[in-house]
């Protein structure tokens, strides 16, 4: 959403004449924010709980509480839906908060059209409005002033996850790679450790046992 792209997008539609063309803002830095919101509050909230709670009892419904939280709740099973249950019992301002940014990932999961995700997500950002929340000032921000933009990944469903994913895993072998001194030698650290596996690994059939 960096002003610098839009507009060498919006320059680059214009000089190609491509009328059928639309900036399309990536989810998963929308989901960035509302996220990064909802860990705001999960922290100050814990702190609290933390405080007022017995030992026992926190130690009981509040441990864990970032796993529980961040995981989808269908991947759950049902002693960790009971503890998130208890967890969100102690909190009513958490569990509202995190029933809404459920549904604001919901929203983005679902088949539709453009102007059914733009009415939805306008119906979200309402919701919170009329709420005592604060902790999504910062993504309701975001959705009023690229609405459009966002709302445009409802026509094709584009992403790119598989982008942010692979450049996260690139850092992690980068950190691993610390004390290399030959570029070339880092390079092939990265080639090995991205394709090495399915270039040189035995296929599964293959492997024997004695």
Not at 13 to 36: C, G, M
């Amino acid at each position: 959403m960096w002003e610098g792209y839009i507009n060498a997008l919006t320059e680059f539609i214009a000089k190609y004449e491509l009328k059928e063309a639309k900036i399309a803002v990536d989810r998963f830095h929308v989901a960035e924010h509302y996220r990064d919101g909802f860990d705001t509050l999960r922290k100050k909230e814990l702190k609290r709980l933390k405080e007022e709670l017995p030992e026992e009892t926190f130690q009981r419904d509040c441990q864990g509480a970032l796993w529980l939280l961040r995981r989808n709740h269908d991947a759950l099973d049902e002693e960790q839906k009971a503890q998130l249950r208890r967890l969100l019992a102690h909190s009513p301002q958490l569990h509202q908060a995190y029933t809404l940014r459920t549904e604001l990932t919901a929203i983005f999961d679902m088949g539709l059209s453009r102007k059914q995700g733009e009415n939805r997500l306008l119906k979200w950002i309402a919701k919170v409005e009329h709420s005592t929340l604060t902790c999504f000032d910062k993504a309701i921000k975001t959705l009023n002033n690229h609405l459009d933009m966002i709302a445009n990944y409802f026509i094709r469903r584009a992403n790119s996850g598989f982008v942010e994913g692979f450049n996260n895993k690139l850092k992690a072998i980068k950190r691993r790679c610390y004390g290399i001194k030959k570029v070339d030698s880092l390079f092939q650290r990265l080639w090995l450790d991205t394709m090495g596996y399915a270039r040189f690994a035995y296929p599964p059939h293959i492997l024997s046992t004695t």
